[in-house]
């Protein structure tokens, strides 16, 4: 299986430190992150699924404040189940025509009420994640998810929080 992150996913996991998104249920921060994170990676990392990193999201995760860019980079391709990937030719074409279709629709942002750049790179990032066959996009972006089109968008508070291990009373006595 082939999924990939965008930059906010990835920020998430590689800088624990950094501020959870707020859920857009309760409106209050996510909980759980690093459990929600370690529990997808470690289940990713089991069906050998790759995690596409697409080049325009590391760019995004690399320029962070507070973050050591060069750390990060080799953190992420430390680990055999990212694979970072560039922005090519069939990508431009596939993030113009999805440009194209929502000029052709009368909105060129597609809903996102993102800054137009932003906007721009979500679809660079969609673009490389359907060229490598991605089956999800993991990402916080509420103006991705308007951006996919037909590319699932699974965001941090909808990944389940694992169950905590069973605990047995302490009696202080052996059995």
């Known amino acids: 299986m082939v999924v990939a992150f965008d930059a906010d996913m990835l920020i998430l996991l590689l ?3 950094i501020h959870p998104p707020e859920d857009p249920e309760t409106k209050r921060p996510v909980q759980y992150v690093r459990e929600r994170l370690t529990r997808l990676i470690k289940d990713l990392t089991r069906q050998h699924a790759r995690v596409i990193v697409p080049a325009p999201a590391l760019a995004e995760v ?3 404040p507070g973050t050591d860019g060069a750390e990060l ?3 992420i391709e430390g680990q055999a189940v990212f694979q ?3 922005f090519r030719a069939a990508d431009a074409v596939e993030a113009a025509a999805s440009t194209r279709a929502a ?3 009368g909105d060129k942002k597609s809903g996102a009420d993102a800054p137009w750049q932003c906007v721009k790179a979500d679809r660079q990032i969609v673009a490389v994640a359907k060229r490598c066959g991605a089956k999800k996009l993991y990402s916080n972006d509420t103006g991705m998810r308007k951006v996919a089109g037909d590319l699932p968008v699974v965001s941090i508070w909808e ?3 694992p169950a905590d291990e069973p ?9």
Do not use: C
């Open 167 to 175: 605990r047995l009373p302490f009696n202080g006595r052996s059995t």
């Open 15 to 17: 800088q624990p430190s």
């Open 73 to 75: 980079l080799k953190v």
């Open 62 to 64: 690399l320029v962070v």
């Open 84 to 86: 970072i990937e560039p």
């Open 159 to 161: 990944l389940p929080v």
């Open 103 to 105: 000029l052709d629709r």
